[in-house]
């Protein structure tokens, strides 16, 4: 699996919009962007994933360059729970969820009032 | 629908014994994945259970084993634990190629 680097902690004031980047730029063709986040004591939650488009959901937008080789999340209006820690993951396969997930250790967002 | 549960929610147990953890997937979900987090760590998959058999599997040693049952609940079982084993153990279940749900895991200590 590819592997991705994520800064370690970003800091955003609530009701900003806030910018998650990841670098990924050994992913392969058919490979997936995942975006999980973990709440302090709770499993990670889906937020969203892409190929090669932008995606928008939600919970978020997910930006992907052209070259696939570093994606941004972001997070339009920040509340205080969206506080977590924030992980991105390349997946293999078509929709790539019935693989594993290989987790880093993300990038820790404070959001404050 | 009660999404993932997992059971219990904490236990306790000393090195040498055995423990068994249980997981009951998102309803409409057949696939089961188990992960196992460090403190400070991002979540290491364990293995993959898919039609009762292990689909996949992570860099854990042979202590670690599973079951999934034909209503795609699933067990975790550890054996000969080690102090190294303590970590919060969360399972995930999927359905086709739809996302990973997680559960809000079980926090296994051991002494």
């Known amino acids: 699996d590819a592997k991705t680097t994520q800064p370690p902690s970003m800091d955003c004031a609530e009701g900003r919009a806030a910018n998650l980047p990841c670098n990924h730029s050994t992913i392969s063709g058919n490979e997936y962007v995942y975006w999980y986040r973990q709440i302090h004591s709770q499993g990670p939650q889906y937020i969203i994933h892409g190929l090669k488009n932008n995606e928008t959901n939600e919970m978020a937008s997910l930006i992907i360059t052209e070259d696939r080789k570093s994606s941004t999340l972001i997070l339009p209006h920040a509340t205080l729970r969206d506080t977590a820690v924030y992980y991105c993951?390349?997946?293999?396969?078509?929709?790539?969820?019935?693989?594993?997930?290989?987790f880093g250790k993300g990038t820790l967002l404070t959001v404050n009032p | 629908d009660a999404g993932v549960t997992q059971s219990p929610t904490h236990l306790i147990k000393t090195r040498g014994q055995q423990v068994t953890l249980r997981c009951s997937p998102k309803?409409?979900?057949?696939?089961v994945s188990w992960y196992q987090q460090a403190l400070g760590q991002g979540p290491q998959f364990i293995f993959q259970?898919?039609?009762?058999?292990?689909?996949q599997r992570g860099n854990f040693p042979d202590r670690f084993s599973g079951h999934q049952f034909p209503n795609y609940s699933s067990e975790l079982n550890v054996n000969a634990l080690l102090l190294g084993d303590s970590a919060l153990y969360l399972c995930?279940?999927?359905f086709g190629w739809g996302e990973q749900f997680f559960g809000p895991g079980t926090r296994l200590t051991v002494l």
């Open positions: 993951i390349v997946s293999p396969g078509s929709g790539g969820s019935n693989y594993k997930l290989t």
């Open positions: 259970y898919y039609e009762e058999e292990e689909r």
């Open positions: 309803s409409g979900h057949d696939t």
């Open positions: 995930a279940s999927s």
